[in-house]
């Protein structure tokens, strides 16, 4: 069964830092463009982060030098590294998989998991 598994959400501080993982399984992640988005409230998703098969990363402005996204191929996990975090950061976070490498488009993903939520408190 293909799945895609988040955790690491929660509650943080203005200021703070979370770890996001994503575990793949039923696919070889190695092959796959890998992706973050996020959904806040009221609000479409959007494009976050993306990995390419080589771990070439592609970063949305608003999260640039804040966030890094992290693959490790040999545990078929993603990460996303979230620093210096603000209230605009809040939202239910999605991890997803691509067969297209390197999208930013949440139409170009095939997999997706079910969201982990991190909200930011002032």
């Known amino acids: 069964q293909v799945q895609l598994v988040e955790s690491g959400g929660g509650l943080v501080q203005a200021g703070g830092s979370l770890r996001l993982s994503c575990a793949a399984s039923?696919?070889?992640?190695?092959?796959?463009?890998m992706g973050w988005f996020r959904q806040a409230t009221g609000k479409e998703r959007e494009f976050v982060a993306a990995?390419?098969?080589?771990?070439?990363?592609y970063y949305a402005d608003s999260v640039k030098g804040r966030f890094t996204i992290i693959r490790d191929n040999t545990k078929n996990t993603l990460y996303l590294q979230m620093n210096s975090l603000n209230s605009e950061d809040t939202a239910v976070y999605y991890c997803?998989?691509?067969?297209?490498?390197?999208?930013?488009?949440?139409?170009?993903?095939?997999?997706w998991g079910q969201g982990t939520q991190v909200i930011v408190s002032a």
């Open positions: 039923g696919f070889t992640m190695s092959t796959y463009g």
């Open positions: 990995a390419s098969p080589s771990s070439s990363t």
């Open positions: 997803a998989a691509s067969r297209s490498l390197f999208a930013s488009r949440p139409d170009r993903y095939d997999v």
